[in-house]
Structure formats: structure tokens, C-alpha cells
């Protein structure tokens, strides 16, 4: 590429980020003028705007591409000259795998590609970023942390560590939460903060009216940063519920962060194991358990949980 082309490509850059307002003209507000100096241009990418924006071209080249997140292109047949075009339709929407993505040679084209990489994007965004505090306020979920200290990189490395209840954690729910209770009710970020803030608002309130119309106690629930599964055996010993509920966030899939689970055991002690649990997976709008179904469901459980004094492997044998 010559410096002519270069120039261009930078020059179109430019007028587009001013016009969309994400970079200021000097001296003027206005939108942008017909040429721009690219060597008074300094960038981070912080300013550039996140939203889908149509395709450009300057000097005849193409320096910006739709958001190939939205359905018509993630959903788009791309095998050229397919001998049955419906057939290729009608099998794309028959399922979310990646099918009739054609190819370019051996590889993938490159809208598959970015696609892809679009959607991983998302996957890394709810696996490492923490749940919006807001919603815990809405719910009066105070925060304790496991033993995890070095942030989202050793909860990845360490699930043992996971399972464990910080001191000061155990401290602080000694202090704040009522004892001996039916059904314990706790939030775990796990794998996925997309997963909670996408279903709490909507399960939280049917698991609680759902426990209390039972004529159950509920406990004070609360939310648990770096959690696994495992960290039920803590909760269990130290606030001794018949019943803890642990909403927690599944490992996200590619472009698929907002499924939720619901791990359920009766009265965990140290040494449970996942044979001593139930879950409810997969729940979320739209494809997954509805989170206002999952909600009863998880109740319904747990009243079973409570008549047969059992939980996992056990509560499938005794009933
Ligand atoms: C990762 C995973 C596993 C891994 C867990 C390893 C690990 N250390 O992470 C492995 C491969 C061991 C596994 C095994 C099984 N799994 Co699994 N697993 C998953 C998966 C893909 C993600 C779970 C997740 O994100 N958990 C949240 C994170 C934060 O939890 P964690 O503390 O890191 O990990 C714990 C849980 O994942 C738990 N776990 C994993 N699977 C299961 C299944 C059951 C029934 C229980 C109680 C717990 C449990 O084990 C981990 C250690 O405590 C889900 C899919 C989904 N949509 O949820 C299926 C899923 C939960 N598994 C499922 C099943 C059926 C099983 C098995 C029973 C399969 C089998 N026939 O052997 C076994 C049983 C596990 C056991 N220990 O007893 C089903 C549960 C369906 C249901 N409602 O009962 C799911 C939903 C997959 C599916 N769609 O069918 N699993």
C-alpha cells in the first residue's frame, strides 16, 4: 500500500469519527470539513463509538464493516452456489451451530470470522467483568469474596479456592444473616456476570414470594464474588438452612453469556459433592427456562428437598 492510499484511508477514518462526534475538529464544532489534517489527529480507543455503523469507503476503499453481530448477517447463508438455496435457509434456522458459513479456500470467509470473533468478545466480556453493583443494591445483597485474592485470572486457575468462604467472609455472614433457616438463598457471579444481571430481576422475587407463600423461612440472602459450586458446603455450615439455592453463572458459550443455573443441596456440610446436589441450568429468556418458571421450579424442589430430608443422587432414589 503507498503513502497516497494510506493517507486516504486515514482521512476517511477521521471524517467519520467526526461526524459521529467521537473526535472535535480544532477550532470548530461543526461536522466535519471535506479534507482533514491527519497529523493534528491523536487517537485512543476509548473515543471510538461502539454502535453498528453502515459501511464507508473512501477513495474507493472499504474502511468499515455492518456489525456482523446483527441476525440478518450472523443468520446470512454464505455457501456460494448452494444447489438447494432454501434447503441451505431452512437448515440455518433449524439451528444456532454455525452452518452454511461457507469458506474461502480452506478457511473461513472473513465475515464468519469476525463473527466469530464478535462473539467471543462477548464471552471474555461476561467471564471477567464483575456483576453491576446496582442490581445488588436493588436486591439489598451485601458482598463477601471466597478465598480468591488475585482477581478473575486465579478464580480461572483456582477453583479449589473457590469453594472456600474467605475469614472475613464467614465473619461478616455470622453477623448479618439469620440462622437455621428453610431455604437460603444466595448469588454467585461463577462464570458469567451477564448471566445474573440478565436473570436476577426476574427469579429473585418469584424464589422469595415462592418460599414465603410456602409458609417457609427465608434467610438473608447475599451475594458471593469468585464463587463455585462448592462454596454451598460453607453457607451450609455456617447459617445451617435446610435448604441453600446458589443462582450462579454457567460458563458462557460462544455469543451465549446470559444462562444462568440454580445449584440446589439439602443441608450442605463439608464433604458434599456434586452427587449431593440438584440444578437447574440453562435458565434465561428466550430459549432457555424462562427465569420466572426456573423460579418456581427451583421452589418446588426445594419443598421436595425438605420432604425427603434429601438432596442429588439421594432425593432421586427417595422419591
Ligand atoms: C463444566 C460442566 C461439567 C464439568 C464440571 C467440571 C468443573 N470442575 O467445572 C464436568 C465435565 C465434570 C461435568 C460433569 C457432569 N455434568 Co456437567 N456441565 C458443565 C457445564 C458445561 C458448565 C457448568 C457451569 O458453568 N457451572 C458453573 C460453575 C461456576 O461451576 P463450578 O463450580 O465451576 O463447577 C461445578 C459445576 O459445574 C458442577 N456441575 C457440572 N455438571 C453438573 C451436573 C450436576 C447434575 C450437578 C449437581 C453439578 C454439576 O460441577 C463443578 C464442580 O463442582 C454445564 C452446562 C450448563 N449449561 O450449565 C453442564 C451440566 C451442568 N452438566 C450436566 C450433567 C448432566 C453432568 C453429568 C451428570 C454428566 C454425566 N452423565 O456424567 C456430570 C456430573 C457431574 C458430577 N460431578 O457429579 C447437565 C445437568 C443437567 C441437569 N439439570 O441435571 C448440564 C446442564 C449439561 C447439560 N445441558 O446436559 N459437567
Redesign the pocket.
Known sequence: MDDTQLAAIVDAIVRELKASGAVKSAGSDSAAPASVSSASFSTSASVVPVQARVATSAAGLTIDLPDPTLDQFRYMPRVKNPKDPNGVKALIESTTARIGVGRAGPRYNTASLLLFQGDHAVTQDALYRDVDQNLLNEFNLFTVQTKITGGKQEYLLR?DL??SLSDDAKRTINEKCQKNVNVQLCV?D??SAAAIEANLRQIFPVIKQGVQQAGLTFGTPFFIKY????VMNDIGELIKPDVVILL????PGLGRAE?M?A?MGYKPKYGD???D??????IFENGGTNPLEGGAFVVQIAQKMRKHQAS?VKLKTAS
Open positions: 477453583p473457590g469453594r454467585g461463577g462464570l464463587a463455585r459450586v462448592g450462579i453463572g454457567e460458563r444462562s443455573s445449584y459433592t456434586d452427587a446436589r440438584d440444578v437447574v441450568c440453562n442429588g
